[in-house]
């Protein structure tokens, strides 16, 4: 069942057609196309504006993703600045195996960290277009988005004061583990996944990359993957146990390999 919203004076309480959960690529992009179609949206986000710009995040985007994005004038900076990548390489049994899937499908990757496009599409969001977006809300809950009337609510971080804003939309750009995706029953859920049995250690290192392409390594004990992020900053990947404790943190490289067997380091610390 939804929650019914906290009875709240009327000034208290504001209305917009459209509530985006979420300040990702996702809840940004869509503000951005609705404020182009003269749709009013308020984005809201648990985090600052300085984190979601700076926070570390994946960089390869599809072609068919920036094409979207291209199309609706959210591309600028991403085309001019993104590197370009068609190829990939396979290291197993001691040998390389280049996969040149541009050739094969006119497509190709484009690496543009993520901390970039989210610069670029809340500036263009709120900076150019003028849609509002609200930082470090708390506690946000979601009322009656089953019914006509939906609203969500939040608590501000400047006041502490528990906020109503109804809306006819609510959208849940805030991931898998967000709280629109909690907000639903079970029998209101449909996933689809694989699961492999295994995790995965990843490690975002101030190092360059060894190559000139993503590279995966197959091994006997696992796989491992390199993913360069600019020419001075690398993603690793190595395979690891599920139940393998997470910790983060920032390191810097000093060229120690974690012989993987991939013929080139892993991780670096």
């Known amino acids: 069942m939804t ?24 809840g940004l992009a869509l503000g951005n196309i609705l404020r182009a179609a003269s749709v009013d949206c308020l984005v809201m ?3 600052t504006r300085e984190f ?31 590197q370009l990548h068609t190829a990939c390489e396979f290291r197993f049994g001691g040998e390389r195996h280049r996969f040149s899937y541009g050739e094969l499908t006119g497509c190709h990757h484009f690496v543009y960290p993520q901390p970039l496009l989210v610069t670029d599409l809340v500036r263009e969001y709120a900076d150019v277009r003028g849609g509002e977006i609200r930082f470090g809300v708390r506690d946000v809950r ?52 694989h699961d492999y049995g295994i995790g995965w250690l990843a490690i975002l290192a101030e190092a360059p990359p060894s190559g000139d392409c993503v590279l995966f390594g197959c ?51």
């Open 3 to 26: 929650s019914t919203p906290p009875r709240l004076d009327s000034t208290s309480a504001q209305r917009f057609p459209v509530v985006t959960v979420g300040a990702g690529p996702a």
């Open 45 to 47: 986000e648990a985090e």
């Open 52 to 82: 979601i710009e700076q926070h570390p995040r994946a960089g390869v985007i599809e072609e068919w993703a920036v094409r979207g994005l291209q199309q609706r004038g959210l591309a600028g900076n991403l085309l001019d600045r993104a």
């Open 142 to 193: 979601l009322h009656d988005y089953d019914t006509d009337r939906p609203s969500v609510s939040y608590v501000c971080p400047e006041t502490g004061e528990r906020r109503v804003v109804h809306c006819d939309f609510v959208a849940g750009c805030d991931g898998a583990r967000g709280v629109t995706r909690a907000s639903l029953p079970p029998e209101r859920v449909q996933v689809a996944q």
């Open 219 to 269: 091994h006997a004990r696992g796989f491992a993957g390199q993913m360069l992020r600019s020419p001075e900053v690398t993603r690793y990947y190595l395979q690891c146990p599920r139940a393998t404790t997470r910790r983060t943190g920032r390191t810097s490289a000093s060229g120690r390999s974690s012989g993987s067997g991939s013929g080139h380091p892993v991780c670096r610390r």
